[in-house]
């Protein structure tokens, strides 16, 4: 079964710092892209993050950048997100989603960020 | 950055009613428009891909069409699994972006 599972959320302080690693099985995690996008309470959808299957070519979303750094380990079949310098607005259900060309095909529950004092 | 409109934002219908939710881009997307599915407390789910392809297990009462910048999500007649909130989405190169979302609401 296809399957990514999301962990490391939490209730972090302004200013904190969280780190997300998403787990895959399933499938070949080194032969695809991967995003992070996420939900704020009551919200839409934002991506937030792009990594190559490779890890070489990265984006950001200009919302988390210099902020936000992704990562994977393909030995390890996992994505990461490391979050720095959280903000309120960063109070979220991030969720790390594969990508099959120009859409996400497979997509983790989630898991929840709360920055508040 | 290709911005993504959705409408209406809220369809009100009825068990067995057919709804029909659009997506409009500021500029074309070709074909590579995406739609999701999102019940409350859930993962967004893909529906169609690539503008008018039903993803994976998908019921043929969902069908999308469109190109350039207009676009159609059909549900043909809703379910009570159906009522939920859905999304367009694009990619452009790197930058990926999702429309505001329609509620779809029983009536």
């Known amino acids: 079964e296809v399957q990514l599972v999301e962990s490391g959320g939490g209730l972090v302080q302004p200013g904190g710092s969280l780190r997300l690693s998403c787990a895959a099985s399933g499938f070949t995690f080194s032969s695809y892209e991967m995003n992070w996008v996420r939900q704020a309470p009551g919200k839409g959808l934002e991506w937030v993050s792009y990594i190559s299957s490779s890890g070489s070519t990265i984006y950001y979303a200009d919302s988390v950048k210099g902020r936000f750094t992704i990562s994977r380990d393909n030995a390890k079949n996992s994505l990461y997100l490391q979050m720095n310098s959280l903000r309120a607005e960063d109070t979220a259900v991030y969720y790390c989603?594969?990508?099959?060309?120009?859409?996400?095909?497979?997509w983790g529950k989630g898991t929840t960020v709360t920055v508040s004092s | 950055e290709i911005v993504l409109t959705q409408s209406p934002a809220t369809l009100s219908l009825s068990p067995g009613e057919r709804a029909t939710l659009s997506c409009r881009a500021s500029?074309?997307?070709?074909?590579?428009l995406a739609w999701y599915q999102q019940k409350p407390g859930q993962a967004p789910r893909l529906l169609i891909y690539?503008?008018?392809n039903r993803a994976t297990g998908i019921p043929a009462r969902f069908s999308g069409s469109g190109s350039g910048t207009d676009f159609t999500l059909t549900i043909s007649s809703l379910e009570p699994e159906d009522f939920a909130v859905y999304y367009c989405q694009q990619r452009s190169n790197w930058l990926f972006t999702f429309g505001p979302g329609t509620k779809v609401d029983i009536k």
């Open positions: 500029q074309s997307v070709s074909s590579y």
């Open positions: 989603a594969k990508v099959r060309g120009s859409h996400m095909d497979v």
């Open positions: 690539d503008a008018s």
